[in-house]
């Protein structure tokens, strides 16, 4: 139940997101990703709570960091956004959302886990797609010529998702395998 959980509202604060942005409602979608990650965080085993904060934190700031290069590139821009938001740094439902996709590693992309061509091939057709979205909504804008803005991320998605799979606190490891092996056969 978790899984169906974790797609169905990481779905509902994309469409709040890009949604309210297209409207100009920039903070429509930090608002539904902050419920998102309340609910998410709720989900998750109790020990494990901190790490996969830090862990959503992380995985914003990185992906801010990407897009905000992308953004200052002219690779991508956010129209609906601009004058409210006349900042270098991407707008603040674009943070949002790598935070809530972030969420789903542990859930509902869990399956993805240790299939790293699969989640090289979800990341670059379905990062793409979730900025074609964007601009059907006119939130997201795209660069000339268009071809480098969609090279561009599905590069971006394909490398960093399945980065995200791997370094989700619930598929990180907690010993090295090759040092379970050792202590199974001890």
Avoid: K
């Amino acid at each position: 139940m978790p899984n169906l959980v974790n797609f169905v509202l990481f779905q509902l604060v994309w469409f709040a997101a890009v949604g309210g942005a297209g409207r100009g409602w920039m903070w429509f979608g930090p608002l539904a990703a902050a419920a998102f990650v309340l609910v998410h965080l709720r989900l998750c085993p109790g020990p494990a709570r901190r790490s996969e904060l830090v862990y959503l934190v992380a995985v914003g700031l990185v992906g801010t960091l990407l897009d905000t290069l992308f953004h200052a590139l002219g690779v991508t821009s956010y129209p609906t956004s601009a004058e409210a938001w006349p900042y270098l740094v991407v707008p603040p439902w674009i943070v949002s959302l790598w935070v809530a996709f972030a969420a789903l590693p542990r859930f509902s992309l869990g399956w993805l886990a240790g299939h790293t061509l699969l989640a090289i091939l979800f990341g670059a057709i379905g990062g793409p797609l979730s900025y074609l979205g964007g601009t059907r909504f006119g939130a997201v804008g795209v660069g000339e010529p268009p071809i480098w803005t969609w090279g561009g991320l599905a590069l971006e998605y394909a490398v960093l998702t399945p980065l995200l799979l791997r370094f989700a606190p619930a598929h990180r490891p907690s010993v090295p395998a090759s040092l379970a092996r050792r202590a199974q056969r001890a």
